[in-house]
């Protein structure tokens, strides 16, 4: 196998899911390159030339890239492509790597595979559907396999430094301009994100209101922990979107997560069920999420919260 | 503006799936199905878009095999105006993939000469996430993905994207391919008057063979199997003993 990488990045410092893309390239085997593109890319070029275990790394840098939009991106992934003739392409899960690599899949005719959490052998492969209540193990039959990577199925690979990549600069073929990015507004916030955080507390459509998220916040500062939300309380307004968790939001594996107010929906628990110790606080006895839960309190969470913040 | 709107048929959210005794799919035999809701969604936005009187036609969809009509009416009865459904056997819909799908829609897209293909983000019974990325490839049309609001600025469209972290605002020329996320709209329900006018709506029936597209799987189905069980743990009795079980733990 010969696989590229589609590293992500800040301009400033490589996304830390593409560490744990790394480890599926190297599950599959073979060389693996990766591709890292934008309108700044050394020092995230310089920080992958020394990770081991990266051969190649080809390194496209131009003002075009501006925004990352995926009619500038894909020609050039497949002049990429063109020249090493890779086996494997492989991104995170994440909104770039999701908009960018079917667009490139279907340039190369080939049948994209979302998301995987596991590597049989160079062709097989598994990933969820239906909102993770069932396991598909599936053998591509194309010639170049175009994955997603779900980061949470993949450890994080050490990035132990000493590679000695060979370094090739790429520039894409013009392509014409049909889209422009205007503006980008993330979520500004002091906590840490809600993908790699360590602990993360989320609620749910009992918290009542988006005022009522203060508490959960409180005790996040109190514990460094992102706050999430069900796709329940996005509905209802409460939060933005950004913070949804579960099968069409973020899909997360802490190591501690805290659901309050969080009835358990299929398709919530698919977004973080595989969290190492998982606490739900609900005054309903039956909610399912207690079925997943480590330590199930049954307690009104108006009444909970406040406690556990003063306790912890 | 002409508008393509692709809706998928797929098993209704709220059903709990269950994975056939074969291992090689899932029980859709007497069981609740209903149109995608990212796909309700697009339907959704198009209508609005035409009650603003920015678009003048709105051309829904479907491929699948022959229910995938039902599905078609209930578009057509949210305020599309005439349907395609695109037949595939019972069989073939099983292995029909975001790869196929794409195909029979940027054909369509060409034959009907519409401005927009809008679609939903994903399908919620396969989770890919593709179509409408693919179908911008193969048409080499501009893409805006995972749309949470839509503008007409002069001959562009200005997209409002939710991305990770936050959101983003592109502009992109037409005609292009808009996929629909969660926080777009709220779709409407189906009035019956609308659902007695969707029936006398025209729809078309084409084979993938009458586009030109080719439906070969490129992938094998495996296996298709449970997700392992989550063991449950203990009900603690009060926030004393969560604190410190956590403690314990080292939180």
Redesign the interface.
């Given at each position: 196998a010969s696989t590229l990488i589609y590293a992500e990045h800040n301009g400033e410092r490589l996304n830390p899911a593409t560490l744990h893309t790394l480890t599926a390239a190297k599950a599959i085997g073979g060389d693996i390159a990766a591709l890292v593109a934008g309108p700044k890319c050394g020092p995230v070029a310089q920080e992958l030339a020394g990770i081991a275990g990266l051969s190649r790394v080809i390194v496209a840098e131009s003002a075009d890239y501006e925004g990352m939009l995926p009619e500038r991106l894909t020609p050039l992934l497949l002049a990429a492509q063109e020249q090493f003739k890779f086996t494997h392409i492989l991104g995170n899960s994440s909104a770039l790597a999701r908009s960018l690599l079917p667009r490139l899949a279907a340039k190369l005719d080939v049948s994209p595979i979302s998301d995987i959490i596991g590597i049989k052998s160079e062709d097989t492969f598994v990933r969820t559907v239906y909102a993770g209540n069932a396991v598909l193990t599936l053998k591509s039959n194309d010639a170049v396999k175009v994955i997603t990577v779900r980061s949470t199925a993949f450890e994080a690979d050490a990035g132990t430094t000493g590679g000695s990549a060979t370094q090739d600069t790429l520039s894409a073929p013009d392509s014409p301009h049909t889209s422009e990015f205007v503006s980008q507004e993330l979520s500004k916030s002091d906590r840490p994100e809600l993908a790699s955080a360590k602990v993360v507390i989320s609620g749910g459509r009992g918290m009542k209101s988006g005022d009522n998220f203060q508490m959960l916040y409180d005790l996040a500062d109190k514990l460094g922990a992102a706050v999430g939300a069900s796709r329940a309380a996005v509905d209802a307004g409460m939060v933005p979107n950004d913070m949804q968790i579960g099968q069409t939001g973020k899909i997360i594996a802490p190591e501690l997560y805290i659901a309050v107010g969080i009835s358990g929906a299929i398709q919530h628990l698919a977004g973080m069920k595989d969290s190492k110790t998982i606490v739900a606080i609900n005054k309903d006895p039956e909610a399912p999420i207690f079925q997943v839960a480590d330590h199930g309190l049954v307690e009104d969470l108006f009444k909970a919260i406040p406690d556990i913040q003063k306790k912890m | 503006m002409r508008i393509l709107v692709g809706c998928k048929r797929v098993?209704d959210?709220a059903v709990?799936?269950r994975?056939r005794p074969d291992k090689k799919g899932?029980v859709t035999e007497g069981v609740k199905h209903s149109m995608n809701p990212f796909d309700e969604i697009a339907v959704e936005e198009a209508v609005r878009l035409k009650e603003k009187k920015i678009a003048k036609e709105i051309i829904v969809a479907s491929i699948g095999a022959a229910q995938s009509q039902e599905t078609i009416r209930t578009a057509l009865a949210m305020g599309g105006d005439r349907g395609v459904h695109v037949e595939v056997s019972a069989a073939e819909a099983e292995t029909l993939?975001?790869?196929h799908v794409?195909k029979i829609l940027a054909e369509l897209a060409k034959k009907e000469k519409v401005d927009l293909v809008f679609l939903g983000k994903?399908a919620?019974?396969?989770?890919?996430?593709?179509t409408a990325?693919?179908?911008?490839?193969?048409l080499d049309?501009?893409?805006?993905?995972?749309a949470?609001k839509v503008e007409q600025k002069d001959d562009k469209l200005?997209v409002v994207?939710?991305?990770?972290?936050?959101?983003?605002?592109?502009?992109?020329?037409m005609p292009?391919v808009i996929s629909a996320?969660?926080?777009l709209n709220e779709p409407r329900y189906a009035t019956l008057p609308n659902i007695m006018k969707a029936k006398k709506k025209k729809m078309d029936k084409l084979k993938p063979s009458d586009l030109g597209v080719d439906v070969t799987?490129?992938?094998?189905?495996?296996?298709?199997?449970?997700?392992p069980v989550?063991e449950?743990?203990?009900?603690?009795a009060?926030?004393?003993e969560?604190?410190s079980?956590?403690?314990e733990?080292g939180?």
């Open positions: - | 098993i959210y709990k799936i994975v899932v993939q975001p790869i794409s994903q919620i019974d396969d989770d890919s996430n593709q990325q693919m179908t911008a490839a193969l049309w501009p893409q805006a993905m995972f949470s200005e994207r939710e991305i990770d972290g936050g959101l983003e605002t592109i502009r992109v020329n292009c996320d969660l926080r799987p490129r992938i094998e189905v495996i296996s298709v199997e449970d997700p989550r449950a743990g203990a009900t603690v009060d926030v004393d969560l604190v079980k956590l403690k733990k939180f």
